[in-house]
């Protein structure tokens, strides 16, 4: 552990810590717009998996070439944050579900959520933030 204040994360470290968490925030556009939702989560071999209604996150993550998936956690000396740029799509096969089903994810909400959608990563970033009071303004970084 370092003590800088922050610090890039490698991807398998990325990966672990996502593997911690349970909520994120799916990024995605629609009819021009942005749109952010938060969603439960489970990290599957190295892939986000979420469950969803039809509805515009459904429609918008996977008509989207690129998504955006965000999760972080803290306690009160320190944070993490991770970001995920990849292609999402509905699984279909029976294959898929089956694979989506041993993962455990089952929603927060009492709702009907039965679609399943994957976030294959093209790009992951980390960082890791040590907590510290601000530099002193007049100090001179070296």
Do not use: C
């Not at 994120?24 to 489970?42: D, K, S």
């Not at 927060?108 to 039965?114: E, G, I, L, P, V």
Request: hydrophobic content about 40%; charged content about 25%; glycine content about 6%.
């Amino acid at each position: 552990m370092t003590d800088e204040p922050i610090t890039v994360l490698s991807e398998s470290e990325s990966w672990d810590l996502l593997g911690t968490a349970a909520l994120g925030r799916l990024v995605t556009t629609f009819a021009g717009e942005p749109e952010i939702f938060p969603v439960n989560y489970v990290a599957q071999n190295r892939t986000i998996l979420f469950r969803t209604a039809e509805g515009t996150k459904l429609f918008s993550a996977v008509a989207n070439h690129t998504v955006l998936f965000e999760a972080d956690d803290h306690n009160v000396a320190q944070g993490w944050s991770v970001i995920v740029r990849g292609r999402a799509h509905l699984l279909k096969t029976d294959a898929e579900i089956q694979e989506a089903d041993r993962a455990g994810l089952y929603p927060w909400t009492s709702t009907h959520k039965s679609n399943y959608v994957r976030v294959t990563a093209t790009d992951i970033t980390g960082r890791r933030f040590v907590f510290g009071p601000e530099p002193d303004r007049n100090e001179t970084v070296a």
